[in-house]
């Protein structure tokens, strides 16, 4: 256990927050001001938050309760200021009740795999190294990891998680390997779950591609097995309530699908008018909720990329409250 948390920590050492300047930037932290961090991490960006806003508070959350250990001890210099829950980002709500806030002054969400999960073998979800096929962020949920996604599932239903979670053009030939693999023994670790993908992909495909074969199957049975567009969802469905006006969204993204949903989300808050076209003259009388702080996503500089290579596929979007949603309009005749 010990040599497990030595192993951790040398891992947090080494890491580092992807966009930093940039969120500080879009979060435009202020002194007393409360902060919700739904995806703490190894505590990075609540320390740069905590230090650029004096008597500011941190609610973190984190699935990794062993990601909360480590970054209980990044934040341990902020004393009382950081508040800690082991949960899932789309309670949120819970975390903050008992907390006693109502609203919060800026919310970040950096929905990415962290360090910590990519770099212990153990955890599964990394093709480079050799381990269980396990993948949960949060290993004592009780929740079916991916062992069972890959041993168990039917072949049409690994065919549409990898198609669709992964966007993999070769996901119905990948899937017929795995399955007919399994026929003879389970596949047992993620070397061997990697192998079988490469095996799938045509020749011509393993010689053109710019990544390892086996990445968009990784991304998608790990989105799967954590139901991570279903969180997004979820915290983009209830989150601007709790903002105020003035109050700040941050959301990092790390793949076209999450990207995808922000994009949605603020564009609809975004909108002010949302009659049918037809109608010359708008009855609804819906207001913008948010302004859309970048017109087009945030991402890392050419410095950053040198020092941090995970962060070539990290998309910051960040949106301002301006209003309350108004009351829904009664059009009916």
Not at 32 to 51: E, P
Not at 160 to 169: D, K, M, N, R, Y
Not at 306 to 315: V, W
């Amino acid at each position: 256990m010990a040599q497990s948390l030595v192993k951790d920590r040398a891992i947090a050492s080494r890491h580092l927050s992807v966009l930093l300047e940039q969120t500080l930037a879009a979060l435009a932290p202020r002194a007393g001001a409360r902060y919700l961090d739904g995806t703490l991490g190894l505590g990075g960006h609540s320390a740069a938050l905590l230090a650029a806003a004096p008597d500011s508070e941190i609610c973190g959350l984190d699935r990794d309760a062993k990601a909360l250990e480590l970054a209980r001890e990044c934040l341990a210099p902020f004393g009382h200021r950081a508040h800690f829950f082991h949960s899932r980002y789309s309670c949120f709500a819970d975390a903050l009740g008992e907390l006693a806030w109502d609203k919060v002054d800026g919310v970040l969400l950096d929905i990415g795999v962290s360090s910590l999960q990519l770099d212990r073998n153990e955890r599964g979800f990394s093709f480079l190294g050799d381990g269980p096929l396990d993948m949960r962020m949060d290993q004592y949920s009780g929740e079916l990891s991916a062992w069972h996604l890959v041993n168990r599932e039917s072949f049409a239903r690994l065919r549409e998680c990898i198609a669709t979670l992964g966007e993999e053009p070769q996901a119905g030939r990948i899937a017929r390997v795995i399955v007919d693999a399994r026929r003879k023994a389970p596949v047992r670790n993620t070397a061997e779950l990697a192998s079988l993908v490469e095996k799938a992909y045509p020749a011509v495909w393993r010689h053109k591609a710019r990544r390892h074969p086996a990445t968009r199957t990784f991304q998608a049975l790990r989105m799967a097995v954590n139901d991570e567009l279903g969180e997004l969802k979820k915290f983009l469905d209830n989150i601007l309530g709790y903002l105020p006006v003035g109050g700040r969204f941050v959301v990092i993204t790390f793949n076209s699908l999450e990207d995808r949903l922000v994009k949605q989300a603020i564009r609809r808050w975004a909108e002010d008018c949302r009659c049918p076209r037809h109608i010359a003259a708008c009855v609804c009388g819906h207001q913008p909720e948010v302004r859309i702080l970048y017109k087009k996503p945030v991402q890392a500089d050419a410095y950053e990329l040198i020092c941090n290579p995970r962060a070539g596929s990290a998309k910051l979007r960040a949106v301002e409250k301006i209003a309350d949603a108004a009351p829904r309009t009664n059009v009916s005749a």
